[in-house]
């Protein structure tokens, strides 16, 4: 091994503490979160230069993966909130500018939430910073590497996706 991380270190102190530790669990388990804690934090920096919040970024990113127009209960079901919550979202992001509600092209009775052009710039702008981020770390790796990565990260997830057994 000609590198070491600061995983590597962690993984050394914990061996004599616990004996049966497996290295190789620890070390993918505590790598994961390290990343996913990078990527989070790269994330919140990039939306400060967007002046957005967590919240304000999570509702336009959902809107823009349903096409930039979606109805308040896709959004809650999107988000995992209450109807409620995704109304006042959003009030807040119609003030800004960000998103409107137009009348439905589907249904008279329904009133759809649409990403303007303001929602998008600022959403792609946000983005466009995390996906450098997370190209640049990806990219230390080949094709074939960050697929096998991607098809053995989509294993444990279906694991993680089942109920423990009793």
């Known amino acids: 091994m000609e590198h070491r991380d600061w995983t590597d270190g962690h993984v050394a102190r914990w061996l004599p503490v ?77 003030a800004r500018g960000f998103v409107r509600r137009t009348p439905s092209v589907t249904d008279r009775r329904r009133i759809d939430i649409e990403l303007t052009e303001d929602g998008r710039a600022a959403w792609l702008g946000a983005m466009d910073i995390l996906g450098h981020e997370e190209y640049r770390l990806l990219g230390t790796l080949t094709a074939d590497e960050r697929r096998t990565l991607s098809d053995l990260l989509r294993r444990i997830m279906l694991a993680a996706e089942q109920p423990p057994a009793p």
């Open 18 to 94: 616990l004996p049966h530790l497996d290295p190789d669990v620890e070390a993918a388990v505590t790598r994961m979160k390290l990343v996913t804690k990078h990527l989070r934090r790269f994330r919140e920096n990039s939306l400060v230069d967007f002046d957005l919040q967590r919240h304000e970024f999570d509702t336009l990113h959902a809107l823009a993966g349903r096409h930039g127009r979606a109805v308040p209960s896709q959004l809650a079901d999107d988000l995992g909130l209450a109807p409620p919550s995704v109304t006042a979202r959003v009030d807040a992001l119609v």
